[in-house]
């Protein structure tokens, strides 16, 4: 991880947890049936943010370690799960976890992998990794298939500051295989959704780190652009973005 992605949402905590979309349910039972992870599994959660995708697998009864650099988000996660006895909170990167040699079942990263150093990541999960351990990259991927979605898209690349760049669909699947290379990974997508009146919808826009904040000078041309495609689709006073759920799961070898 860079220092720029560690530090990017320190001042977006609040709207990151009210309005990023939580993950399907659907995930746990996929990978307890096809990858046998029973709950008795430790899982570290690396790039955990304010621990959207640590509450998923502690909901299904797993314990899991929440590693991640950004202390703002660290803090916001202990408060928000620290009452669960399976909860752990770490300081640590991708590439420097801080966790115990062979001391994991699984690793998961939700909307985090892009971040990071996939070389070092690599070599960093092997180390940590039980021998056959797992790796579950997930992915919430924004659809911008309906009309609606496509001029949500063009807007964010009007005023997004570096979205081209910082985008997590720069990761494709030849990244994924390499990283998992020699081992083969498997992809299953999950549907998911959110639906906001406009409040919600600013919410969600302001929680993206490559989006200008209220003390920006192009918070309110963007707020303002919104506005006028909330006002054109909207139905009922709300409005629905849609996700391909990608989880990415595979071994990585020793």
């Given amino acids: 991880m860079t220092t720029n992605s560690t530090s990017r949402f320190s001042k977006r905590v609040n709207n990151y947890v009210k309005y990023r979309p939580g993950y399907p349910t659907l995930i746990i039972d996929f990978l307890q049936q096809d990858f046998n992870l029973t709950t008795d599994k430790l899982i570290a959660d690396i ?14 009864g797993y314990r899991v370690i929440a590693v991640e ?13 620290g009452n669960w006895p399976g909860f752990k909170a770490q300081n640590g990167t991708a590439e420097e ?34 021998p056959g351990g797992m790796v579950a990259l ?8 309906s009309a609606f979605e496509k001029e949500y898209d063009e807007l964010i690349i009007k005023h997004g500051k570096d979205y081209a760049q910082v985008d997590h669909r720069n990761i494709d699947a030849e990244h994924i295989a390499k990283f998992f290379a020699p081992q083969p990974y498997r992809l299953e997508t999950f549907y998911n959704e959110q639906i906001f009146d406009f409040d919600g919808l600013k919410g969600r826009l302001s929680s993206s780190s490559y989006m200008p904040t ?14 006028a495609i909330f006002d054109k689709y909207q ?8 996700y391909d759920t990608n989880v990415y799961v595979g071994r990585v070898s020793h």
């Fill in 47 to 60: 790039g955990a943010g304010t621990g959207i995708s640590t509450q998923l697998f502690l909901d299904a």
């Fill in 69 to 81: 650099p950004n202390q703002p988000m660290r803090d916001k996660a202990i408060e928000l799960l």
């Fill in 97 to 130: 976890t801080g966790l115990a040699n062979g001391s994991i079942d699984a690793v998961i990263a939700g909307q985090a992998f892009h971040w990071f150093d996939a070389k070092k990541t690599k070599a960093e999960f092997e180390r940590i990794l039980k």
């Fill in 138 to 145: 997930i992915w919430n991927e924004r659809k911008t298939s």
């Fill in 214 to 227: 209220i003390d920006d000078a192009g918070y309110q041309p963007m707020i303002t652009d919104l506005k």
């Fill in 235 to 242: 139905h009922k006073g709300l409005i629905t973005i849609q």
